[in-house]
């Protein structure tokens, strides 16, 4: 406790230099502008103006299946195993009569095979049982089916239906949301109900493909290529490598 008629105290200024090293603080939680907004979707348009899914799929059960596969793996590794799959088990009648342990032998390499190959034997039951052989094209029918969270979900919607009932959010799309500020969110949820605030409905569906492309090319995770991004202009990330 301070002595009575002690002078108090005052906390020390930062000097210049100190401020200087501080890093920015995003200026995030808010909507970006709409001018700003359009620069963001026109750069994505001029990079990526046909981006899609690349997962290889030729109908919206293949594509749940390899949507399935691609937790904690690569898009690439996906399509490695999907063939050898689809050609044993082309439908989901025939995937509903598999031996899980068969399946989970083909999709070893994508990791949690085991996992992966209960829910895909149960989803295939799933339609079948339930849904006549195909995939619901309804979000809260096809949340019901085994492995079908809202990300794939939105997943299939979008890219084998046409359907945005929703934003994509891998790491790619959440971590590039946050960078150019379009969100302050952490989880999925959370940031895919901030890109659809502000997203026009008819662009939910090629941002996120244009985005997953995008942080693949140029905006990757450890070192973002900065020097050639068309957004570095605009661009306050403090992860952000200058010239």
């Known amino acids: ?8 105290k005052t906390p ?13 603080r995003m200026t995030v939680g808010r909507a970006p502008d709409a001018a700003r907004l359009q620069t963001i979707l026109a750069a994505l348009d001029r990079l990526y103006p046909n981006a899609t899914c690349a997962l290889h799929h030729r109908n919206a059960w293949e594509l749940l299946v ?5 937790a904690q793996c690569t898009d690439e590794r996906v399509n490695m195993v999907t063939p050898q799959l689809f050609a044993r088990f082309p439908t989901p009648e025939a995937m509903a009569k598999a031996d899980v342990r068969e399946v989970a032998e083909i999709i070893r390499s994508t990791g949690f095979f085991n996992n992966k190959a209960k829910n895909i034997v149960g989803a295939a039951r799933k339609i079948v049982e339930e849904f ?32 945005p009932s929703g934003v994509v959010v891998d790491t790619h799309v959440a971590r590039i949301s946050r960078r150019l500020e379009l969100t302050n969110e952490k989880t999925p949820e959370k940031i895919e109900q901030d890109l659809m605030k502000i997203l026009p409905r008819d662009r939910w569906i090629l941002f996120s493909h244009q985005v997953i492309h995008f942080g693949r090319d140029i905006c990757k995770a450890r070192r973002p290529e900065c020097f050639r991004c068309p957004l570095a202009s605009i661009c306050r990330a403090p992860d952000k490598i200058l010239p």
Do not use: C, D, F
């Open 1 to 8: 406790m301070a002595k009575a008629g002690a002078p108090r």
């Open 12 to 24: 020390k200024k930062k000097t210049a230099a100190k401020k200087a090293a501080q890093p920015r």
């Open 66 to 70: 390899a949507t399935i596969l691609s």
């Open 132 to 163: 006549g052989g195909e995939v619901p094209r309804e979000m809260e029918k096809l949340l019901t089916v085994p492995g079908a969270a809202r990300k794939t979900a939105n997943v299939v919607l979008g890219t084998a239906y046409g359907i």
